[in-house]
């Protein structure tokens, strides 16, 4: 079974530029989340989706944060401007509906912000 | 607020012998914990997770106990390998009322060969 898949691994912006992140979830798996993960944190959820309604983005900075999953499949997350403080990893999992336990995490997307 | 704490930032343990990770809580309506662990590089991966009514799962050489009157749980490794050297996550998900899934700040855990 394929993991979840994100790209790009890393990326570089200078302040103001817009980013934009890739998730591809495991196969089968209707819930997907984002996450943000600062240094020394635990990840911190930004946004889940069931299919493609967003039934919980109550932590997604709106004025500069979006988000899609428009096929109930695959995802973006999209930063436009970037700030300096956005600077973190950026972590996407999925997992089954209705699954109270596991989700499944990828590698994530380290970005750094000058 | 830090509703999910880890309050050892690391911890160093001889091989074979048990490693305890500690956690706390202060959110009496999350219904489930999880334990995650995290190689550098890597996403999350899970490990074992006990729902609040329980007070103990094992599985394997991961034991993880729940104690709800003092909002804590722990995860014993038994016993430890160099393998099992990593960042530890412990997890809480509330899944009544306004969903939550927080994670604590982690641990650092050294299995020293």
């Known amino acids: 079974e394929a993991g979840v898949v994100q790209s790009p691994r890393y990326k570089i912006i200078e302040k103001k530029q817009p980013v934009a992140f890739w998730c591809n979830p495991i196969?089968?798996?209707?819930?997907l989340y984002w996450y943000r993960q600062n240094l020394g944190q635990g990840p911190e959820l930004l946004i889940r989706?069931?299919?493609?309604?967003?039934?919980?983005d109550s932590q997604l900075p709106k004025d500069r944060f979006s988000a899609e999953r428009l096929k109930g499949v695959d995802s973006t997350l999209k930063i436009q401007p970037a700030e300096l403080g956005d600077s973190a990893v950026y972590l996407c999992?999925?997992?089954?509906?209705?699954?109270?336990?596991?989700?499944?995490f990828g590698p994530g997307t380290r970005l750094t912000v000058l | 607020d830090q509703q999910v704490k880890q309050n050892s930032p690391s911890l160093s343990v001889q091989e074979g012998r048990i490693s305890i990770l500690n956690c706390d809580y202060t959110?009496?309506?999350?219904?489930?914990f999880l334990w995650y662990k995290k190689y550098p590089a890597e996403g999350p991966t899970f490990l074992i997770s006990?729902?609040?009514?329980?007070d103990k799962n094992e599985d394997g050489r991961f034991t993880v106990f729940l104690n709800k009157s003092a909002k804590h749980l722990s995860l014993h490794i038994v016993p430890s390998q160099p393998g099992d050297s990593a960042v530890y996550f412990c997890?809480?998900?509330?899944?009544?009322?306004?969903?939550?899934?927080?994670f604590g700040t982690g641990t650092r855990l050294k299995v020293l060969a």
């Open positions: 196969s089968g798996h209707n819930t």
């Open positions: 959110n009496s309506m999350f219904d489930y």
């Open positions: 999992a999925s997992s089954r509906s209705g699954s109270h336990n596991e989700q499944f």
């Open positions: 989706y069931e299919n493609e309604e967003a039934v919980d």
């Open positions: 006990i729902s609040s009514i329980k």
């Open positions: 997890a809480a998900l509330a899944t009544s009322g306004t969903y939550k899934y927080i």
